[in-house]
C-alpha cells in the first residue's frame, strides 16, 4: 500500500515540475514543497487504512 502512496507522490511532484517548469528551479521548488506538504498526508492516510483493515 505504502508504495503506492509513495508513487503518487512523485507523480504530484512531477506534475508541479511540469506546472511550474518555466524554469527548473521553481519546478525543482514545487517538487519539493509538494513532496512535503503530500508525505505527513499520505502517511496518516496509510495508517488509517491499515487500522481499518479487518484483523486476522
Partial sequence: ML?????????AGALGVGWL???TLAGFG???V???LFTPLAVLLALVLLQRRPAR
Fill in 21 to 23: 517548469g518555466r524554469s
Fill in 34 to 36: 509538494l513532496s512535503l
Fill in 3 to 11: 508504495p503506492y502512496i509513495l508513487w503518487a507522490i512523485y507523480i
Fill in 30 to 32: 514545487g517538487c519539493l
